[in-house]
């Protein structure tokens, strides 16, 4: 089975702007969150998704959304770039999701904002 | 905010010797799990372990939990190079709308000396 896959892996983009994340998950999960990883603020959760339905928030300003496809698949969005952005984002997808199960993390996209 | 906190920031070992981490979470739980974040990529779950348990195995890991002191230990016997990783429990934590996410310490960074 394929794992978690993430795109783009790296990205480089100026404050203000906005930004889309991809995320596919494990064939038959469907159940995908998403977390940003910084060195101050160790993972945070920032939503989860599952059956086209956001599941579950994290405390985050409404910059950040998401959404999820009808194949499961998960794209999330941030507007208005600002430098403390930038982090990696890592998403991982659950059979039945939510925080009882274990979840499969993507290689993560490491997004700069300069 | 953080649910879990592991200790000790950081370990240091040679090849062989076993080493010892530890997580201490502030509110009841369901489970309690562990991942393994090789250098800024993604998670890997390593094991899972729910409330009503008190020790479980996997390989040359073994993990406790303790609910009436809040902790958990996980115990790598025998550690090889290909350890060397940062460590993290998570624990499932409600969220104001009732919900459960999974919520991560700020994690053990190990390091196996050859």
């Known amino acids: 089975k394929a794992g978690v896959t993430q795109t783009p892996r790296y990205l480089i983009k100026t404050r203000g702007q906005q930004v889309t994340l991809s995320c596919s998950p494990i064939?038959?999960?469907?159940?995908v969150s998403w977390y940003q990883q910084t060195p101050g603020q160790g993972l945070q959760f920032l939503f989860e998704?599952?059956?086209?339905?956001?599941?579950n928030k994290g405390n985050f300003p409404g910059r950040f959304s998401g959404r999820q496809f009808s194949n499961s698949r998960s794209e999330m969005n941030v507007s208005t770039l600002e430098l403390g952005d930038s982090a990696l984002y890592l998403c991982?997808?659950?059979?039945?999701?939510?925080?009882?199960?274990?979840?499969?993390f993507g290689p993560g996209t490491r997004l700069t904002v300069t | 905010s953080q649910q879990g906190e592991e200790d000790p920031q950081a370990l240091s070992i040679q090849e062989g010797e076993n080493a010892t981490m530890n997580c201490s979470y502030k509110?009841?739980?369901?489970?309690l799990q562990w991942y393994r974040q090789n250098s800024g990529r993604g998670l890997v779950h390593l094991i899972l372990?729910?409330?009503?348990?008190r020790e479980k195995h996997s390989g040359r890991l073994r993990v406790t939990l303790d609910t009436s002191k809040k902790s958990s230990s996980l115990l790598i016997t025998a550690s090889r190079a290909a350890d060397t990783a940062s460590y993290f429990c998570?624990?499932?934590?409600?969220?104001?709308?009732?919900?459960?996410?999974?919520?991560f310490g700020k994690g053990t960074k190990l390091s196996v000396i050859p």
């Open positions: 998704y599952f059956s086209e339905t956001q599941r």
């Open positions: 064939s038959g999960h469907r159940s």
């Open positions: 998570a624990t499932d934590a409600k969220s104001g709308a009732g919900s459960y996410q999974l919520t």
């Open positions: 372990i729910r409330s009503n348990e």
């Open positions: 509110t009841s739980i369901n489970n």
């Open positions: 991982a997808s659950s059979l039945v999701g939510g925080a009882f199960y274990e979840q499969y």
